[in-house]
């Protein structure tokens, strides 16, 4: 449910393993729950996907943006691993992470609709939301509320900064997949069966529930309501 409220899921998961003592999830697992989470993602929007794949040449402006919107959290993930990973051991970074969220989605309360479509998203605007992604790879910083909210900032339609956020979400996420399946340890894929069909449909279902739970807040313009949980978590955490 996390992966895509604008609550930040890794913010979440550190902190359940921090007061539970849990340890991280088998890498096979983890692979199959972003699996799980791209699949509900694509089948959520599949009407533009199937638009954009079969319009290429009228839709290029998107693709590109779409292209440029990813670079910067490739390039922050490739030379800054080592730093990223230090962070989600700190709970003071966590702590400011979900405060940080919780002022980004804050600030949507004073930003007015804007009038830009997904036709109209300019090099600009992508560079700028691909930023926010960039930067919430960081523990607790969410990456859908930083994104949808750069677009709002940017003036961009409150339903297509909700699409664009997740189309730009396909490319991070097969990433993100696609580098867990080189540390596989194919002897040791721990579980078995039927916990990971288990783990995969739950992150199915619920992603695609999520997805159409944020749809209807981010449209109506509500995504500030995310704000007081986020900061509530962040007094919770630095107590901690």
């Given at each position: 449910m996390t992966e895509f409220l604008p609550v930040s899921s890794s913010g979440h998961l550190v902190l359940f393993q921090k007061l539970f003592g849990l340890r991280e999830a088998p890498i096979f697992f983890d692979?199959?729950?972003?699996?799980?989470?791209?699949?509900?993602?694509?089948?959520?929007?599949?009407?533009?996907?199937?638009?954009?794949?079969?319009?290429?040449?009228?839709?290029?402006?998107?693709?590109?943006?779409?292209?440029?919107?990813?670079?910067?959290?490739?390039?922050?993930?490739?030379?800054?691993?080592?730093?990223i990973e230090a962070t989600f051991d700190s709970l003071p970074l966590l702590s400011a992470g979900f405060f940080v969220t919780a002022i980004l989605l804050f600030l949507t309360?004073?930003?007015?609709?804007?009038?830009?479509?997904?036709?109209?998203?300019?090099?600009?605007d992508s560079l700028l939301i691909g930023v926010f992604q960039a930067v919430s790879i960081l523990p607790s910083i969410s990456r859908s509320g930083s994104t949808i909210s750069a677009g709002l900032f940017r003036g961009i339609k409150r339903e297509d900064a909700f699409k664009f956020s997740f189309l730009l979400s396909i490319p991070a996420i097969f990433g993100a997949m696609v580098l867990q399946i080189f540390d596989f340890d194919w002897n040791n894929l721990d579980g078995g069966f039927l916990v990971n069909f288990i783990g995969f449909l739950t992150a199915a279902i619920f992603g695609f529930l999520s997805l159409k739970f944020?749809?209807?807040?981010?449209?109506?313009?509500?995504?500030?309501?995310?704000?007081?949980?986020?900061?509530?978590?962040?007094?919770?955490?630095l107590f901690l």
């Open positions: 692979t199959l729950v972003h699996l799980a989470t791209l699949l509900a993602v694509v089948f959520y929007l599949r009407k533009d996907i199937i638009n954009i794949l079969m319009n290429l040449k009228r839709n290029a402006n998107l693709i590109i943006c779409i292209i440029i919107g990813t670079l910067p959290a490739v390039a922050f993930g490739l030379f800054f691993k080592k730093e309360k004073f930003f007015k609709e804007g009038e830009k479509d997904l036709s109209k998203i300019n090099w600009i944020l749809e209807k807040i981010a449209v109506k313009g509500k995504l500030y309501y995310f704000a007081t949980y986020c900061l509530i978590l962040a007094i919770l955490v």
